[in-house]
């Protein structure tokens, strides 16, 4: 990989006496989408937030496109307009439309004016499939629609890698599809993208890497087929075939 | 006067038309000073109460322990106490605030020590999701406070920050003790000078006109704003 986008080198993240991330290394090329999987615990939603600094890791370092997120110098809040964040819980403002959701960055942070943030936004809730939803607010939207805006919300700032965590881990299974499809159409138009998820069909026909995690540590990592089919460490297997049984 | 039934003996002695009339200006300019002091007190209590709400969100421990500490303090002390405090003991270091002075001073600490709580307890219980949200978009902790998390705290405070701040405004009353001329220290004076408590009831039906109207609109922001998911 000759220049990667996202560059995470020695990781570590300690809550108190847990040590979460044990030195994790994680590269990223430019337009390729990493899949992350492991069991609970094992530090993937806390290696996700590391790269944005959301958390604070311990001691590592962090690169996203050239920035150097943990540089007291950096312009954290700048930064991070580069890296879009989608969540497990979908975390779309209550009081706000679908539109005031997707602008309010727009405009506090990106510093267009309410009408540029708008056709903007409008253009980022389009590309979700959301157009006609723009006057909703969260409470009169599916989860399904909710997660779609989110995306909205994180693409309208057009983020060089977007980072998602478990995307679809709080939503009904018939309103996974229309998330992955959104996830899909992303990808396509070249989006830089790490996911976790337990999606493994999604993992298996669009992502260009899987990484398993456990405990803290990058157990190992290749491409879909190779860790699905055939994965080299004990611990993989039995994760995948465990997986694979529901 | 042998013919007075109970009922003329009732009216003659609380509602007394020629007492009343002789005491409703000064029951009028009490409501004036009512109306001041109580505007003053919520505006400053509340503004100062957000204020250290605000504070105490930059999580510095020294700086919360402080206000946590005021804020005990004047939510355990009974408001009478605090305005006597202020009116007898600040001469003693030559400053000597009015009893109108006193009184606002008082009644706005308490009210921004209940309120600091409420706005606080508003503040804690929006959900670290929304604050993640706003801060992964590139929004600094100041616009997220004001734009995603500050919205969304007020209207959970609405109806315990109504009930506080019309409890709290009614303690006006208490500045009769130090010489405020409101509602009922005009009352109680014309009592005492006319020996009837006629000048009590309009006293009585001036707080009625006063707070009745705030009561209702706060039951209607409290229905206008109640919390949609």
Not at chain 1, 149 to 158: M, P, Q, S, T, Y
Not at chain 2, 20 to 38: N, R, W
Not at chain 2, 147 to 163: D, S
Not at chain 2, 186 to 195: G, I, L, P
Request: proline share 5%; glycine share 8%.
């Amino acid at each position: 990989m000759d220049k990667p986008i996202v560059d995470a080198r020695g990781l570590h993240k300690h809550f108190g006496a847990l040590h979460v991330l044990k030195g994790v290394d994680l590269r990223v090329a430019e337009r390729e989408l990493v899949f992350v999987i492991g069991p609970s615990g094992s530090g993937k939603s806390t290696l996700l937030r590391c790269l944005n600094r959301l958390e604070e890791p311990s001691s590592g370092s962090v690169v996203v496109d050239g920035i150097d997120m943990l540089d007291p110098r950096t312009d954290i809040n700048h930064a991070r307009q580069r890296i879009g964040m989608v969540f497990q819980s979908f975390n779309l403002y209550p009081h706000m439309t679908a539109l005031g959701n997707v602008t309010l960055a727009l405009r506090k942070v990106a510093g267009k004016s309410r009408a540029g943030a708008e056709a903007l936004g409008q253009a980022a809730l389009e590309r979700v499939g959301l157009a006609d939803r723009a006057g909703h607010t969260p409470g009169q939207l599916s989860g399904g629609q909710q997660q779609r805006v989110a995306i909205a919300r994180a693409i309208a700032l057009e983020p060089r890698v977007m980072l998602f965590d478990e995307p679809t881990s709080a939503l009904d299974p018939e309103l996974v599809g229309s998330v992955l499809e959104v996830m899909r159409s992303l990808r396509e138009s070249g989006m830089t993208m790490i996911v976790v998820s337990h999606e493994m069909g999604f993992a298996r026909n669009a992502a260009d890497r899987v990484v398993f995690m456990d405990e803290g540590a990058i157990v190992e990592q290749g491409p879909p087929a190779a860790i699905f089919e055939n994965p080299a460490h004990e611990r993989t297997r039995a994760f995948i075939g465990q997986i694979q049984r529901h | 006067m042998s013919g007075w039934s109970s009922w003329d003996r009732f009216t003659d002695t609380f509602f007394n038309a020629k007492v009343m009339l002789k005491y409703l200006p000064d029951i009028l300019s009490g409501m004036v000073v009512t109306i001041e002091l109580a505007l003053l007190i919520v505006v400053t209590g509340l503004a100062a109460g957000l204020a250290l709400a605000l504070l105490r969100s930059l999580a510095i421990r020294p700086l919360n322990w402080l206000i946590i500490l005021i804020v005990d303090l004047f939510r355990s002390l009974p408001p009478l106490v605090i305005i006597v405090l202020i009116y007898f003991g600040l001469p003693s270091v030559d400053l000597s605030p009015s009893g109108f002075v006193s009184t606002w001073l008082s009644l706005a600490f308490v009210l921004m020590a209940f309120s600091e709580e409420i706005f606080w307890a508003g503040i804690t219980s929006v959900a670290k999701g929304q604050w993640e949200a706003a801060r992964s978009t590139g929004l600094s902790f100041g616009q997220t406070l004001m734009n995603v998390v500050l919205p969304q705290a007020f209207r959970l405070t609405i109806p315990p920050l109504t009930n506080r701040t019309i409890a709290i405004t009614k303690g006006t009353a208490l500045g009769t003790v130090v010489a405020v001329t409101e509602i009922l220290g005009q009352a109680s004076s014309a009592m005492s000078n006319s020996y009837n408590p006629s000048p009590l009831m309009m006293g009585a039906a001036a707080y009625i006109v006063l707070f009745l109207p705030v009561v209702v609109a706060a039951r209607w922001v409290e229905t206008r704003f109640a919390w949609k998911r």
